[in-house]
């Protein structure tokens, strides 16, 4: 089990620092360090890499990837499997109020316009699982006339212009070049600005590391050429992920083959987890 | 083991990451203490810099309630973090896309032009201490003056410059550090309920009311403590400013409610339920009817009526009181009603009270009540009294 992010982001800070001490005294050089920054900035908004050093992964550049997410949601069937591979992945909170991944079931019933949505926080799905530690759905609608129902699998959505990233004050949450979206645990101060900002609720306080804490797309795994634990598990393929750099890669082909969309798209955070298969209703 | 959250109980749909609230009551007593910090700044610069010969009693007290309470406005923040340990790697590593990466250098530059006009302020009575008196306090006090015993006319001449010009700048920096407050709540597009231009404006109205408040209150108590009489010119004064604002602090906040229901964006229904519901007690009932109406009208009374000596004195520091209490109300029903909404924009969320721990009332309460002790042990070092001679 992989617990911390193979990432080193912070010599992106040390060339700052860099540049700080050697303003020391110099107003000239100060305006310059800000430039470089306003720079990266700029170029984080666009999508770009910003000034942050290559990790040191063995055999991964990251600059020749660009990850992204898909979800076929007319094929999740809400086992849950990827809630708890997740959860055991990343060594989550085995409770019902933190999730790097959850999966909402939207039913209408009939004569009602509105869909009735829950998910694994629901008290009456914790009640059916007997336990916080494991998900299920409640069997809730089998007595009822139910007209449609679905399952909607959500994430971090690793958004190309994230507003966590964008209200972080240490710059503890970043984006890679390859399109992902982390946190150095190891810098990040825990004052949940980012949380407050995230429009998906992808964001939670990790109680015991005192951190913020989220999705990676199994970081750790995709820069080994694994799948992300929820990908690996989901046994109808209704998680998809792959590199659009490759055109024959699975989300490339799922991006081309389908008419996709994005959740929230009016925040102007441009998601990159793409979905098929969802109705009005879906938050 | 005790719990490490608590999960906050819901009706409708909440995602399941929001049944934990991330900011609990000391990010509502954070944006009140910087109110009150801008608030009595105001007070002290209305006399400074705009001539408000009235306020002279509470010029320099003002002054001196502001500096003790910006030294306490990063406790709360502090309290909160997950690692305090790490704060400075805001300072250090800024990310200057970030709304509060920028609150460490604003309230540094802040706190740094306080103690400087302080400084100035009580330089002549440094001074005149420092050369009076022997031992430990005789010490304090020549440290104090930093070396500088010049109390000439000329020199004073001198002071009196930068003191106004230290108030003229500390208009726009204290005011900028609370709209800068009302900023990172506003500036948020997550949330329906903050996501407003009008935020950081209203933040800075809700603030100079607090703050002239506070003053009024302190400044009557601190009377009653010294026994001397009240400089009901004065405490009339200020009374106007806190009724005056308060105007523009109501019609701010019923123009950024009415554009909310107006506009009625997605998620405007559970809004509504919200303010049909849990709202009715701590918004309409407590920050509107008993903390702004209720005061408007006493003071519309009193003045209208030309009331004076100890009625006046009584009916305006009830209203302060009032409005104090209003403006806490205000700032609870933005932090802590604006994550009751959730994103969903279909579930509401009930806050969870919790008295003891880091993020409890007790903190909360303590962070509030540290500037009013550090206070008053600071003016027994530097009197901002200006009282009127007795008759």
Not at chain 2, 247 to 263: I, Q, S, T, W
Request: hydrophobic share 45%; proline share 5%; glycine share 8%.
């Amino acid at each position: 089990m992989k617990k911390e992010d193979p990432v080193e982001p912070r010599s992106g800070r040390r060339s700052f620092m860099g540049l700080l001490g050697a303003a020391v005294g110099s107003a000239g050089i100060a305006v310059a360090a800000e430039t470089v920054s306003h720079e990266a900035v700029a170029a984080s908004a666009a999508g770009e890499p910003r000034s942050v050093a290559k990790p040191k992964i063995p055999g991964y550049d990251w600059s020749e990837h660009q990850w992204a997410f898909g979800v076929d949601a007319t094929k999740c069937i809400g086992c849950l499997r990827c809630v708890e591979a997740c959860k055991t992945e990343n060594d989550v909170a085995g409770d019902a109020h933190h999730f790097r991944t959850w999966v909402e079931r939207y039913v209408t019933l009939e004569g009602e316009d509105k869909a009735r949505i829950d998910s694994q926080a629901d008290p009456v799905n914790i009640a059916a699982s007997g336990s916080e530690k494991e998900y299920r759905f409640a069997n809730r609608y089998k007595d009822a006339k139910v007209e449609k129902a679905f399952f909607v699998p959500k994430l971090c959505n690793h958004c190309t212009h994230p507003a966590c990233v964008q209200v972080c004050p240490t710059g503890a949450t970043f984006k890679t070049a390859d399109g992902v979206v982390l946190i150095d645990h190891t810098y990040c101060i825990g004052c949940q600005y980012c949380v407050q900002a995230c429009p998906y609720g992808a964001r939670f306080f990790n109680a015991e590391k005192q951190v913020t804490d989220k999705c990676t797309w199994c970081y750790h795994r995709i820069t080994k050429g694994l799948l992300p634990a929820c990908v690996e598990v989901c046994p109808t393929s209704a998680r998809v992920f792959g590199d659009r750099n490759d055109k024959e890669s699975p989300i490339s082909l799922f991006i081309k083959e389908n008419r996709v969309q994005v959740l929230r798209r009016e925040t102007g955070n441009a998601p990159n987890v793409f979905y098929v298969g969802i109705d009005k209703e879906v938050v | 083991m005790e719990s490490l959250f608590i999960a906050a109980p819901y009706t409708g749909y909440v995602y399941p990451n929001e049944t934990v609230f991330p900011w609990s009551v000391l990010i509502v007593v954070y944006p009140y203490l910087t109110g009150l910090v801008a608030g009595a700044f105001t007070v002290s610069s209305l006399y400074q810099v705009f001539g408000f010969e009235r306020l002279r009693p509470v010029a320099h007290f003002a002054l001196l309630s502001s500096l003790c309470l910006m030294i306490f406005v990063p406790t709360p923040l502090l309290l909160h973090l997950g690692h305090a340990e790490r704060a400075f790697n805001a300072l250090l590593t800024p990310h200057l896309t970030s709304a509060m990466a920028m609150f460490g250098y604003i309230s540094a530059f802040y706190v740094l032009l306080l103690m400087l006009e302080n400084w100035f302020v009580f330089r002549p009575y440094i001074v005149e201490q420092a050369q009076k008196r022997r031992g430990l306090p005789g010490l304090v006090y020549r440290v104090a003056s930093l070396g500088s015993n010049d109390v000439s006319e000329k020199a004073m001449r001198y002071d009196r410059k930068w003191i106004f010009a230290l108030a003229v700048i500390g208009i726009p920096a204290a005011h900028g550090l609370h709209g800068y407050v009302g900023f990172v709540f506003g500036s948020l597009k997550s949330r329906e309920w903050w996501s407003s231009d009008l935020m950081p404006v209203i933040f800075l109205f809700s603030a100079i009311i607090s703050g002239t408040a506070l003053l009024i209150v302190l400044y009557v108590v601190s009377c009653w403590l010294r026994k001397v009489r009240i400089d009901l010119a004065c405490l009339k004064g200020m009374g106007y400013a806190m009724w005056g604002f308060m105007m523009f602090a109501l019609v701010l906040e019923g123009v950024e409610f009415g554009a909310l229901v107006y506009r009625g964006r997605e998620g405007i229904d559970v809004i509504m339920e919200f303010v049909a519901g849990p709202l009715i007690v701590p918004f309409f009932i407590l920050q509107f009817a008993v903390g702004a109406v209720t005061p408007i009208l006493m003071l519309s009374y009193l003045f209208w009526r030309g009331t004076g000596g100890t009625p006046l004195a009584v009916g305006i520091v009830v209203s302060a009181v009032l409005v104090m209490f209003s403006v806490l109300m205000m700032r609870y029903n933005v932090v802590i009603g604006g994550q009751e909404i959730a994103k969903t924009g279909k579930g509401l969320l009930t806050f969870q009270f919790e008295f003891f721990g880091r993020d409890g009332i007790l903190a909360a309460a303590s962070v509030l009540v540290a500037p009013l002790i550090l206070l008053s042990v600071v003016v027994r070092f530097l009197p901002p009294w200006h009282d009127p001679v007795a008759p």
